[in-house]
């Protein structure tokens, strides 16, 4: 049976463009690229997998994704930190370079909203630990976040779940 995600592959216009902008902003380590830049494959600082995302070039002329506005297709992926000082830190990174788009407390996960180069959405999340939850065990919830107030219920280095 199927354990968990293990890695997302995405078809974008300049897989060189998508390396340095999870290079710089999330601190991906590239392990395999086509020297011509035709795919590049990456994995998060963190991670056991081979790799955890992969970038394929398309070329400059692709048209945008119509996804959720007129056509079937992934709304996002989502990427996981440990604590809730690493989500400050890759929300200030983001925030930075124009790049944010949303925030949301969720209940069981606290996430921040980001568009890549192409414009695809990814969010990056901590896990609240299972004891909190609440109604969001059983419910979709979407409030505001309030990252310092999170941070001090919680405490900013605490590693998510549990």
């Not at 968990?4 to 897989?15: C, G, I, M, S, T």
């Not at 079937?72 to 930075?96: F, K, N, P, Q, S």
Request: hydrophobic share 45%; charged share 25%.
């Amino acid at each position: 049976m199927i354990t968990r995600l293990n890695h997302a592959v995405l078809y974008v216009r300049d897989a060189r463009v998508h390396q340095r902008f999870y290079a710089d902003l999330l601190d991906f380590e590239t392990v395999a690229e086509d020297a011509g830049g035709g795919y590049v494959f990456m994995r998060a600082p963190r991670s056991e997998n081979h790799h955890d995302i992969a970038f394929f070039t398309v070329g400059a002329g692709a048209s945008d994704s119509t996804a959720g506005r007129g056509s079937v297709g992934m709304y996002h992926i989502g990427w996981e930190v440990a604590t809730l000082a690493d989500l400050e830190a890759v929300r200030g990174r983001l925030e930075a370079c124009g790049a944010l788009v949303g925030e949301s407390d969720h209940g069981g996960n606290l996430s921040i909203y980001s568009k890549d180069p192409d414009g695809l959405e990814f969010e990056v999340m901590w896990l609240v630990p299972r004891a909190a939850w609440g109604e969001a065990a059983t419910e979709a919830i979407i409030r505001p976040l309030d990252l310092t107030a999170e941070m001090q219920r919680f405490g900013a280095d605490r590693v998510g779940g549990g």
